[in-house]
């Protein structure tokens, strides 16, 4: 009785005073929906039915990243309008709208790709922050994000990782690089063994150093499969959509 009272005064809420989409501003049909039907269905996305779900299979993808040590990927679009607008805002203004719309549009990939049969992990889990930068952030958003998902997709979300404080890269060559940033990654201690897959989930993904170098330790924890996650991919270079 109290959710049906709940939701007749949003519905009557909203017909009083119609919430805007969050890109164009014009009223909204519907209460719980976030953009219009024109924004969504202007999104960009990715040609996922002609990768599996899988966007290592596309060259305008893959040739952006570093040689993956991961087996799968999944995005909801190159790091592009609108999604260029929305990510900073979430993590760097806390804009708390922003990041439901976006978790909203990953689940809702998630399931479309479910619904075609790619092959779900049992497990997620998320790139960490040192805690000096979450304690400053007040969130870390792919704890957030991967959060969301498994409550959606019902998986159990494990916090595997930590992070510790990074040496300045300043004045190092692309392997010390590469070591400084491995390094600063550690696998907490596991009550259990992990399952065979497991979905890591961060906001974006640019070269794929850090999910690489998260992968090792997935793999050194006896995980076969692993599932990168992410909003967003850098384009490879000379890529234009
Ligand atoms: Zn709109």
């Given at each position: 009785m109290i959710n049906l009272i709940g939701a007749l005064y949003r519905r009557?809420?909203?017909?009083?005073?119609?919430?805007q989409c969050m890109w164009c501003s014009l009223p909204l049909a519907e209460p719980k929906?976030?953009?219009?039907?024109?924004?969504?269905?202007?999104?960009?996305?990715?040609?996922?039915?002609?990768?599996?779900?899988?966007?290592?299979?596309?060259?305008?993808?893959?040739?952006?990243?570093?040689?993956?040590?991961?087996?799968?990927?999944?995005?909801?679009?190159?790091?592009?309008?609108?999604?260029?607008?929305w990510i900073p805002h979430w993590k760097y203004y806390a804009d708390l709208a922003a990041g439901q719309?976006?978790?909203?549009?990953?689940?809702?990939?998630?399931?479309?790709?479910?619904?075609?049969n790619m092959q779900m992990p049992q497990a997620l889990t998320y790139v960490p922050l040192h805690w000096r930068k979450q304690q400053q952030r007040g969130f870390n958003q792919a704890q957030l994000l991967a959060e969301a998902l498994g409550q959606q997709l019902q998986i159990p979300v494990l916090a595997l990782f930590s992070k510790e404080a990074s040496h300045s890269?300043?004045?190092?060559?692309?392997?010390?690089?590469?070591?400084?940033?491995?390094?600063?990654?550690?696998?907490?201690?596991?009550?259990?063994?992990?399952?065979?897959?497991?979905?890591?989930v961060d906001d974006v993904i640019t070269t794929g150093a850090t999910a690489n170098a998260l992968t090792r330790l997935l793999r050194r924890a006896g995980v076969c499969t692993v599932s990168v996650w992410t909003l967003?991919?850098?384009?490879?270079?000379g890529y234009s959509a």
């Amino acid at each position: 009785m109290i959710n049906l009272i709940g939701a007749l005064y949003r519905r009557c809420w909203h017909y009083l005073l119609p919430a805007q989409c969050m890109w164009c501003s014009l009223p909204l049909a519907e209460p719980k929906k976030q953009l219009c039907v024109y924004c969504q269905q202007a999104l960009p996305e990715l040609p996922y039915q002609l990768c599996h779900c899988n966007l290592l299979w596309l060259p305008a993808v893959a040739r952006g990243l570093k040689r993956a040590k991961f087996d799968r990927l999944l995005c909801l679009a190159h790091y592009q309008l609108p999604y260029q607008h929305w990510i900073p805002h979430w993590k760097y203004y806390a804009d708390l709208a922003a990041g439901q719309l976006l978790q909203q549009q990953m689940c809702h990939l998630l399931i479309r790709c479910k619904a075609n049969n790619m092959q779900m992990p049992q497990a997620l889990t998320y790139v960490p922050l040192h805690w000096r930068k979450q304690q400053q952030r007040g969130f870390n958003q792919a704890q957030l994000l991967a959060e969301a998902l498994g409550q959606q997709l019902q998986i159990p979300v494990l916090a595997l990782f930590s992070k510790e404080a990074s040496h300045s890269q300043r004045g190092l060559n692309r392997r010390q690089r590469l070591h400084n940033l491995r390094h600063s990654f550690k696998l907490k201690p596991l009550p259990e063994p992990l399952p065979s897959h497991v979905a890591l989930v961060d906001d974006v993904i640019t070269t794929g150093a850090t999910a690489n170098a998260l992968t090792r330790l997935l793999r050194r924890a006896g995980v076969c499969t692993v599932s990168v996650w992410t909003l967003t991919v850098t384009p490879a270079p000379g890529y234009s959509a």
